[in-house]
T-cell receptor, first 108, second 116 residues
């Protein structure tokens, strides 16, 4: 399973765009990149998944360069309610392993 | 149901006791996963079921932990001779299939187990 590295924490302010980058140097050909969000006292919630280039949904965008050794989750115009832990996972299937995640704090 | 349901939401037990944690996945989801999460850490994989069978139990920490899914829907995680180090939030998730998809897994809210 590919190992991922992401910042432990990030701070932002309301209305800003937040970009969280995840490194996964040993990603395999069949691996997908998936991001989850977790609020306190809740299970993680699926945000977005991609294989290459760019994926966008109503919540976020995911940018994946051609070498796929990293990915960037982009959250447009964050609000206080986006304060959470964000996990980057890499794997071929859904039985993926979580790292420690990035704790995003959005300030007013 | 509409989501993944886990019961109980909280469980306090004495050291050495036996506990059962229940997970009711989304109807029709063939894949079911158990994770354990300690404070400040990411979820730790325990076991994965495809249908009724445990396809990957490599995350179970020792033989005190066991999980079943006899009819391919509801799953029970069983912990024997509980220890204080077993205290954590136990999370269950389900997905339509094992392969990566645009939906990932859906998690329940977890069972907070406290061993005193």
């Amino acid at each position: 399973l590919a190992k991922t590295t992401q910042p432990i924490s990030m701070d932002s302010y309301e209305g800003q765009e937040v970009n969280i980058t995840c490194s996964h140097n040993n990603i395999a050909t069949n691996d997908y990149i998936t991001w989850y969000q977790q609020f306190p006292s809740q299970g993680p919630r699926f945000i977005i998944q991609g294989y290459k280039t760019k994926v966008t949904n109503e919540v976020a965008s995911l940018f994946i360069p051609a070498d796929r050794k990293s990915s960037t989750l982009s959250l447009p115009r964050v609000s206080l309610s986006d304060t959470a832990v964000y996990y980057c996972l890499v794997g071929e299937s859904n039985d993926m392993r979580f790292g420690a995640g990035t704790r995003l704090t959005v300030k007013p | 149901g509409a989501g993944v349901s886990q019961t109980p939401s909280n469980k306090v037990t004495e050291k050495g006791k036996y506990v059962e944690l229940r997970c009711d996945p989304i109807s029709g989801h063939t894949a079911l996963y158990w994770y354990r999460q300690s404070l400040g850490q990411g979820p730790e994989f325990l076991i994965y079921f495809q249908g009724t069978g445990a396809a990957d139990d490599s995350g179970l920490p020792n033989d005190r932990f066991f999980a079943v899914r006899p009819e391919g829907s509801v799953s029970t995680l069983k912990i024997q001779r509980t220890e204080r180090g077993d205290s954590a939030v136990y999370l269950c998730a389900s997905s339509l299939t094992r392969t990566a998809s645009n939906y990932g897994y859906t998690f329940g809210s977890g069972t907070r187990l406290t061993v005193v």
